[in-house]
């Protein structure tokens, strides 16, 4: 199985939501709402799948988290 690199995902899928399972992009959408539609469509189930936002290519963001 070919996992993507981050750059990758940013030319592929920049500035969308996407769903991986085991991995793999499995769909996509501009908008939350989208991806979860494309989902259902396909039948998708929603606990095997790893929900993730790819920034737009050329950005980055940094999280800063304390505890």
Known sequence: MLQLTYLELQD???DQF???LDGQVICS???FEELV???KAQ???ETRVT???IEP???VVVY???L
Request: charged share 40%; aromatic share 12%.
């Open 18 to 20: 996407i769903a991986r």
């Open 57 to 59: 290519k050329g950005e």
């Open 51 to 53: 929900l993730e936002y």
């Open 29 to 31: 959408g501009k908008t």
């Open 64 to 66: 800063r988290f304390s």
């Open 12 to 14: 592929k899928f920049g």
């Open 37 to 39: 539609q494309k989902m």
């Open 43 to 45: 039948g998708v189930d």
